[in-house]
């Protein structure tokens, strides 16, 4: 059942963040195929991936048909990333039972920037 789940979430991950949600167009590559077939019996099927994947997109009587095929438009989705939150005062406490030790880290270290380098930010260009 993990793996399925694990399988699940992978394939909706990889849809919506990379473009292998294309993949899911490869039957029309196949119908497209055998349309091609009925106009010109003598096509193959290397003449045909470059007549539609080497020379560009070439505005032809089926173009609309030839930009269903997968990896011939740019995707049409929103692309996010999942960030872990970390809170900036994180603290780990590690008390040991058998022993009186403590031990407290702290993930907070506060941010170092020197000041002159913040004033040259806001100068306008200079002419020299």
Known sequence: MRKRIAILFLSIYLCSTTEAHELL?????????????????????????????????????????????????AGEFFST???????????ID???PDQDIHINWSLY???FIFSGYQVNIWQPPKMA
Do not use: C, W
Not at 43 to 66: C, P
Not at 81 to 91: E, K, M, R, W
């Open 81 to 91: 990333s999942a960030t872990p939150f970390v809170p900036l005062n994180a603290q």
């Open 25 to 73: 167009k490869i039957p029309v590559v196949f119908q497209h195929f055998i349309e091609h077939q009925q106009e010109d019996p003598q096509i193959s099927a290397i003449d045909f991936l470059q007549i539609h994947y080497m020379q560009g997109n070439v505005k032809d009587k089926d173009y609309e048909r030839d930009m269903q095929l997968p990896f011939k438009t």
């Open 109 to 111: 270290q506060p941010a």
């Open 94 to 96: 590690i008390q040991y």
